[in-house]
């Protein structure tokens, strides 16, 4: 048995057993070792990587096109989270595809230096989509439990700062590596057996790191979840002696589903992934574990193809846009007689996150279960903790404390 230590990190590798790809002390490891895919399978993952990897491309580029054409969607802190998420999955898309193709399916074989540069441009591109994701989550969160001065709280400024902040510190994380801190027997035990020139103490540390923020994601909607709970509990109690009422599914109900379909979406492209990174850390991998693990990694580039569709393209204001879009290019460029910068009809609406009685945002993830039309048929008036009336038959106002109104964009499930 060997062992090894990197920066308080130490990896006890078990003696090599038979069918084992575990080299002894002193061997050198080459690339070849982390090419363990058979050939049927280098062809398998290469067309997957392609396929998703193209389609997280035009997505996420759909995405950015739509924000940065709309001033009015510009100027709101969410749509700038939604479009740091878009940014990030787009260059996953680009860097992963490529180096993972180029390195499993066609075999190349760079240095350590262009190696870590594309390692680094991958940890670049998922660090900063878990990260935007991150924001978002938190967004929701604030628009939620600070209703009432979520102005003041999250201003463009802030946003714009909350993402400077966020991408210096994922460029200077992802190329650290690059910058020294990699493995010091270069392709030798006891680096990472999942990427060549790799410290195991730097996998472990942005390992962690991710694991954490996804914590912090499970936190904040489990937050939203239950303050969507104390919502429906209370507009059940005001409505008790309103008499019968059209069926409709609960409030929480419907946020539940939603909920569980993007965690479940989330955990599931990003648990197999950190688990293997972190077994890594603490024991040899056979083969067929790293086989397994070139597949699951798959995973990641899935989440960054499905997060337009849970976060922006979910969203009725970013529809909208698309839609005013595609009118303008089937109008023979009527649209660009407008004065520009002029926003539409919609677009014009308000400059923060539209918050119904359920103080829950209209935006993006929240469509379906923000900003419901909850009326009974008398046209009662339902009024929430946050001070808002919502009002039944002729349409619905929205009045929050600041005295701001909205026009309820959301749409039920």
Avoid at 246 to 270: E, F, N, P, Q
């Amino acid at each position: 048995m060997w062992e090894g230590s990197t920066s308080g990190v130490t990896k006890a590798l078990r003696p090599p057993m038979e069918n084992s790809s575990v080299i002894p002390t002193g061997a050198p490891q080459g690339l070849d070792f982390f090419m363990v895919l058979y050939p049927g399978e280098q062809k398998a993952i290469g067309v997957l990587g392609l396929l998703a990897g193209a389609v997280a491309l035009l997505e996420n580029g759909l995405v950015l096109c739509l924000i940065a054409c709309c001033p009015a969607l510009r100027r709101r802190p969410t749509f700038l989270f939604m479009g740091s998420l878009a940014l990030a999955d787009l260059l996953a898309s680009a860097f992963y595809s490529v180096s993972f193709v180029d390195f499993h399916l066609f075999g190349r074989r760079d240095g350590p230096a262009a190696s870590l540069v594309k390692l680094g441009g991958v940890t670049l591109a998922f660090s900063g989509s878990v990260g935007s994701l991150l924001l978002t989550a938190f967004d929701r969160f604030l628009c939620l439990h600070r209703s009432h001065s979520y102005r003041a709280v999250l201003t463009r400024r802030r946003a714009l700062l909350a993402l400077l902040l966020l991408w210096t510190a994922t460029v200077l994380v992802s190329f650290l590596p690059l910058m020294g801190w990699q493995c010091s027997t270069g392709l030798w035990p006891p680096c990472s057996e999942l990427f060549p020139y790799v410290s195991l103490s730097f996998q472990f540390c942005w390992t962690a790191a991710i694991v954490l923020e996804l914590l912090v994601i499970l936190a904040a909607y489990a937050m939203i979840l239950w303050k969507a709970r104390l919502h429906t509990a209370a507009m059940a109690a005001l409505q008790a002696a309103t008499g019968p009422q059209r069926a409709r599914v609960r409030l929480d109900i419907r946020l539940a589903r939603t909920l569980s379909l993007v965690l479940l979406i989330l955990v599931g492209c990003w648990l197999p992934v950190l688990g293997f990174m972190l077994a890594d850390v603490s024991t040899a991998l056979s083969p067929a574990q790293r086989r397994a693990f070139a597949f699951c990694s798959m995973l990641c580039l899935v989440n960054s193809a499905v997060n337009p569709l849970l976060y922006a393209l979910r969203c009725q204001e970013i529809r909208l846009a698309l839609v005013v879009r595609l009118r303008c290019l089937t109008g023979g460029g009527a649209c660009w007689r407008r004065r520009a910068g002029t926003p539409t009809p919609r677009e014009s609406g308000p400059t923060q996150p539209e918050v119904s009685g359920t103080g829950i945002s209209s935006y993006g993830l929240a469509t379906p279960w923000g900003s419901q039309r909850e009326v009974g048929k008398g046209g009662q008036q339902e009024v929430g903790k946050g001070g808002q009336q919502e009002v039944g038959k002729g349409g619905q106002q929205e009045v929050d404390r600041g005295g701001g109104a909205g026009g309820g964009g959301g749409e039920g499930v």
